[in-house]
Structures are given as structure tokens and as C-alpha cells.
């Protein structure tokens, strides 16, 4: 008895310290440079096509502009502008604005043009900014790509792939 009661604590022991081991080397990943975050970041893909899909801009200035799918025409906030700041591998953010879209009404999509089935029409594009902004709960950059031509990386478990150095090289 006394034997198994030594053998149930060892192996309790063991199965401890392997999770803080596993918690730290999870947490021990590359660490992102101010300077590779500032550039367009858009999600899922590395190729543009004809328009960037979501994507974060990030600006030398620590200031970034958080757009949502352009493609999304039901979609009433457009964008996030704001503040970030990086530490290791935690991005807050603190949101200053955001692009609104505004009246117009519901109606059916353009069938072979519109990906979705209902869109605005007649709608205004309106930014109002953020009453009291906050610096947001961190989101969580991990898996950091560094060994392609194309830096990718993970945020909040979204995989972001750098597709410009420079945040304004894809306008609308």
C-alpha cells in the first residue's frame, strides 16, 4: 500500500511539472518586432486578388486601422481605428473610432456580383468616435512564421499573413 501511495505521488509529481514545462515553452515563442507588425495583415490568405479581405494596417505611429470584409455588404461596422501597442507577444488595442454604416435599406443582392444574398442600398458611411476609449484585454500573437519569403502569424488563433510593409499600399 505504501508503495502504490509513493508511486500515485511521484507520478502526480511528474504529470505537474511536464504542464508547467509544456505552459512554458508554449509561451516561449518568437517574439514580433515593432518594425515586422507595421504593414497590412489580412487574413487567411497571402494573395490579394482583386481587394484585400479583413485585415489590420498597422502604422509606424502605433496608430491601426482594423477593417472588417469588404465583401460583407450587411455589415454595419466597416472598420476600427485606434491606438495598439505591442508587448512581446500581447497587441492591445485601444479603439478610438469606428466607420459606421448608416440608413439606406435591406435589399436583395445582385445575383453573380454580390457574394451575399442581401445588401444596403442607399447607405452613408459614418465615423463616430469611441466615448471614454479604453485600452482593451490583450489579443494573443502566437505561431510566428519567420522562415518563408511571407511572414505569418497568428492572432487570437486568426492567421494573418503580411501581404505589405507599407499600411497604406491598399487603399479602398
Known amino acids: 500500500m505504501k ?3 509513493t508511486f500515485i505521488a511521484l507520478f502526480v509529481t511528474l504529470l505537474i511539472n511536464n504542464g508547467f514545462a509544456q505552459i512554458a515553452s508554449s509561451t516561449n515563442t518568437i517574439a514580433l518586432s515593432k518594425t515586422e507588425i507595421i504593414g497590412v495583415w489580412q487574413i487567411n490568405n497571402a494573395t490579394t486578388g482583386n481587394g484585400l479581405a479583413e485585415c489590420f494596417r498597422f502604422y509606424s505611429n502605433g496608430k491601426f486601422v482594423y477593417e472588417y470584409d469588404p465583401s460583407d455588404d450587411t455589415r454595419n461596422i466597416v472598420k476600427l481605428k485606434g491606438r495598439y501597442r505591442l508587448d512581446d507577444n500581447q ?3 485601444t479603439i478610438l473610432s469606428r466607420v459606421e454604416r ?5 435589399a436583395t ?16 458611411i459614418k465615423e463616430t468616435i469611441e466615448q471614454g476609449p479604453k485600452e482593451l484585454d490583450p489579443l494573443i500573437i502566437s505561431k510566428i512564421n519567420k522562415k518563408l519569403k511571407q511572414l505569418d502569424i497568428y492572432i487570437n488563433n486568426r492567421r494573418y499573413f503580411k501581404v505589405s510593409s507599407n499600411p497604406d499600399k491598399f487603399e479602398d
Open 91 to 93: 497587441l492591445f488595442i
Open 3 to 5: 508503495k502504490a501511495s
Open 109 to 124: 443582392g445582385a445575383g453573380g456580383t454580390d457574394e451575399y444574398l442581401f445588401t444596403f442600398d442607399n447607405d452613408k
Open 102 to 106: 448608416v440608413g439606406g435599406r435591406i
